[in-house]
């Protein structure tokens, strides 16, 4: 059976002498993985090209039920990405998108909602210059809602909140005890731009992250901290 889709390129490897298995999250099918032969060919040079880690891109596949990789056999590009793959801040901020995705998601369906919300945050990363880690923790944060572990805000608006990660619930407290859950309830109600004008400084930044990824690995049995995250902690101290 012949099918057709857009797809986001997670991840991209080498295999043998001359054949890349690649893993895209398609819009219409989820999860798929692909084998690509005769890569060292120029013709097929070109089609490698395309399976660049956060790339959007068209192909046509033939569906084979009895196999685990299946045989694409048209490639073209979807959304050309100016900067996201060549930036080295965006570049390691992406990265790090793609491998939390690729660890976390592993459904082989259509999922619209969590396939728009990669690909914006893919091109918000792409077309903004300013506070990308904002983004990253955005991603982290709202991406628990499409893996079904969303936080539950009880606050009631508080002025003062804690945030409990092993159970994902915002309570309100008498006083201020840690900034990190007031910020991440702004994060909670924040969408992609308007997250970006949330202030913190680096300690804080440091302490979000590692409370996020504190909330996966409570939630997520055998998750761990992405290969990527040691790079992007160079690049963003």
């Known amino acids: 059976m012949i099918l057709k889709t857009e797809a986001i390129v997670l991840k991209t490897l080498k295999h043998q002498d001359s054949n890349l298995i690649t893993t895209l999250y398609t819009q219409e099918f989820g999860i798929k993985s692909f084998i690509i032969r005769g890569f060292r060919s120029s013709r097929s040079r070109k089609t490698h090209s395309y399976f660049q880690p956060l790339s959007i891109v068209d192909v046509v596949f033939y569906q084979r039920d009895q196999h685990s990789l299946q045989k694409i056999t048209e490639t073209k590009v979807n959304t050309l990405l100016q900067t996201a793959q060549t930036h080295p801040v965006k570049l390691s901020l992406g990265l790090a998108v793609v491998e939390v995705f690729y660890d976390t ?3 082989e369906m259509a999922n619209p909602n969590l396939y728009q919300f990669l690909r914006e945050v893919i091109l918000t990363i792409d077309t903004t210059d300013r506070r990308l880690v904002h983004i990253f923790i955005y991603y982290l944060l709202h991406l628990t809602r499409h893996l079904g572990f969303g936080p539950n805000d009880q606050s009631k608006d508080a002025q003062y909140v804690h945030f409990d990660h092993k159970n994902g619930i915002f309570k309100a407290v008498p006083q201020q005890t840690e900034a990190v ?16 004008d949330i202030t913190f400084d680096s300690d804080q930044k440091r302490n979000l992250i590692k409370t996020l990824f504190a909330y996966y690995q409570t939630h997520i049995e055998g998750f761990r901290y992405p290969q990527t995250i040691k790079v992007f902690a160079e690049v963003f101290g």
């Open 105 to 107: 998601v592993k459904e």
């Open 181 to 196: 859950s007031s910020l991440l309830r702004r994060f909670l109600k924040s969408d992609l731009e308007s997250c970006r």
